[in-house]
């Protein structure tokens, strides 16, 4: 789990590899623990392979922008997985 972060964008990105086997997901937390609605991590396919940047989804898609400025913990969840990297960025249009 990060430390408590303010980002700005649209969309959250990893760099990450995964054996055949393995994976990554992803949670949004707010600082009270509890998962941001639509961003937890069973709400997360998880993420196969090798990627400099992958855009995270969840069921209800990749938009993270009503979370922008507003302080949140990113919980990772890994199964035989390396993460090099994650940020934010704004959709390309």
Same mark, same amino acid.
């Given at each position: 789990?990060? +430390?408590? $972060? &303010?980002?700005?964008?649209?969309? &959250?990105?990893?760099?990450?590899?995964?054996? /055949? /086997? =393995?994976? &990554? #997901?992803?949670? $949004?937390?707010?600082?009270? =623990? *509890?998962?941001?609605?639509?961003?937890?991590?069973?709400?997360?396919?998880? $993420?196969?392979?090798?990627? $400099?940047?992958?855009?995270? +989804?969840?069921?209800?898609?990749?938009?993270?922008? /009503?979370? %922008? =400025? *507003?302080?949140? *913990? &990113? #919980?990772? /969840?890994? #199964?035989?997985?390396?993460?090099? %990297?994650?940020?934010? #960025?704004? *959709?390309?249009?």
């Amino acid at each position: 789990m990060t +430390k408590p $972060i &303010l980002f700005e964008g649209d969309e &959250l990105v990893v760099n990450v590899s995964t054996s /055949a /086997a =393995g994976g &990554l #997901r992803v949670q $949004i937390e707010h600082l009270n =623990g *509890r998962s941001a609605t639509g961003h937890g991590l069973t709400q997360c396919p998880e $993420i196969y392979g090798d990627a $400099i940047e992958h855009t995270v +989804k969840w069921q209800s898609g990749s938009d993270v922008s /009503a979370l %922008a =400025g *507003r302080p949140v *913990r &990113l #919980r990772f /969840a890994l #199964r035989d997985a390396d993460l090099y %990297a994650f940020g934010f #960025r704004n *959709r390309a249009d």
